[in-house]
């Protein structure tokens, strides 16, 4: 049965699950093997303490909301079908890895971690995170808070999406009710299963976010999709939850023109088109 939900959170709430060493990356202040640290950490100090500030700021103006779909679904060979409660299905086409893998190591694809057709359904998430359009936008007469206010809204997105997954996981779905990780164990994905974002390794193809629109409308937190398949707000992230106990990222890879053109007629769209969503790949 299908369930569509989104969630709601306060800037504040989602301070705790701020990965920050991904904020500092984004101001190139990551460890770089510096003799003499001490100049770098007080950067890090202060920039951390500014973004804090602005995001206190935040708190009294906007939220950050995430669509979560819960849906039944099965795979048929690299496809997954996302049933719906009519009888229906909306095809998702996967890639599977092509290059060489080590012996006994299979080439991985998305759907091997959905129950294969022939048997009984299993489930899938689908989500879409954004931070509020405004927020992103703030401060766009200084270039430095502007900047700030860009990173602060991104980190805040993925804090929003990391929290909602865990509510899957716990409250919602409900298939890992016991799990109790601290939260570097969260940033280090110690939970059950995988959340694969799209125009990520193991899904690359931008344009799923237009089969995931149809799919929980992300409308409803504010997300417009480009005609490229693109986001809008950047601030931004959506992609599947998946529950499988052995599911692991993975990196799809170059492929080969036997599986472009196979995942052009799934995917329903001309080779041109496809080629300039997975021109990595390809």
């Given at each position: 049965m299908s369930k569509l939900l989104t969630l709601t959170f306060s800037v504040c709430e989602l301070i705790p699950y701020i990965n920050w060493s991904y904020f500092l990356y984004a101001w190139q202040l990551a460890s770089q093997g510096h003799d003499d640290i001490a100049p770098q950490a007080r950067e890090e100090k202060r920039i951390r303490k500014e973004a804090l500030e602005m995001m206190m700021d935040f708190d009294k103006l906007y939220s950050v909301r995430c669509r979560i779909g819960l849906f039944d679904a099965v795979?048929?060979?690299?496809?997954?079908l996302i049933l719906h409660d009519d009888g229906s299905h909306t095809l998702l086409p996967c890639l599977r890895q092509q290059h060489d893998i080590k012996e006994g190591t299979p080439n991985l694809c998305l759907s091997d971690f959905i129950m294969p057709v022939s048997n009984n359904s299993d489930r899938?998430?689908?989500?879409?995170?954004?931070?509020?359009?405004?927020?992103?936008?703030?401060?766009?007469?200084?270039?430095?808070?502007?900047?700030?206010?860009?990173?602060?809204?991104?980190?805040?997105?993925?804090?929003?999406?990391?929290?909602?997954?865990?509510?899957?996981?716990?409250?919602?779905?409900?298939?890992?009710?016991?799990?109790?990780?601290?939260?570097?164990?969260?940033?280090?994905?110690?939970?059950?299963?995988?959340?694969?974002?799209?125009?990520?390794?193991?899904?690359?193809?931008?344009?799923?976010?237009?089969?995931?629109?149809?799919?929980?409308?992300?409308?409803?937190v504010g997300i417009n999709i480009t005609e490229n398949g693109a986001m809008n707000p950047h601030a931004a992230i959506s992609g599947l939850m998946i529950s499988h106990p052995m599911a692991h990222y993975f990196n799809v890879g170059k492929i080969g023109h036997d599986q472009l053109t196979d995942y052009c007629r799934r995917r329903g769209l001309p080779m041109e088109r496809i080629r300039q969503f997975l021109s990595a790949n390809i």
């Amino acid at each position: 049965m299908s369930k569509l939900l989104t969630l709601t959170f306060s800037v504040c709430e989602l301070i705790p699950y701020i990965n920050w060493s991904y904020f500092l990356y984004a101001w190139q202040l990551a460890s770089q093997g510096h003799d003499d640290i001490a100049p770098q950490a007080r950067e890090e100090k202060r920039i951390r303490k500014e973004a804090l500030e602005m995001m206190m700021d935040f708190d009294k103006l906007y939220s950050v909301r995430c669509r979560i779909g819960l849906f039944d679904a099965v795979s048929r060979e690299d496809d997954i079908l996302i049933l719906h409660d009519d009888g229906s299905h909306t095809l998702l086409p996967c890639l599977r890895q092509q290059h060489d893998i080590k012996e006994g190591t299979p080439n991985l694809c998305l759907s091997d971690f959905i129950m294969p057709v022939s048997n009984n359904s299993d489930r899938i998430g689908v989500f879409a995170t954004a931070a509020d359009s405004d927020m992103e936008h703030s401060y766009e007469d200084n270039t430095y808070l502007h900047m700030m206010a860009q990173t602060v809204s991104d980190r805040l997105a993925e804090a929003a999406t990391e929290l909602a997954h865990m509510k899957v996981r716990k409250e919602i779905w409900k298939y890992a009710p016991q799990e109790n990780l601290r939260t570097e164990e969260l940033f280090a994905e110690k939970f059950q299963g995988i959340r694969p974002a799209v125009g990520y390794p193991s899904l690359p193809d931008q344009s799923v976010n237009f089969i995931l629109n149809d799919l929980i409308d992300m409308g409803k937190v504010g997300i417009n999709i480009t005609e490229n398949g693109a986001m809008n707000p950047h601030a931004a992230i959506s992609g599947l939850m998946i529950s499988h106990p052995m599911a692991h990222y993975f990196n799809v890879g170059k492929i080969g023109h036997d599986q472009l053109t196979d995942y052009c007629r799934r995917r329903g769209l001309p080779m041109e088109r496809i080629r300039q969503f997975l021109s990595a790949n390809i």
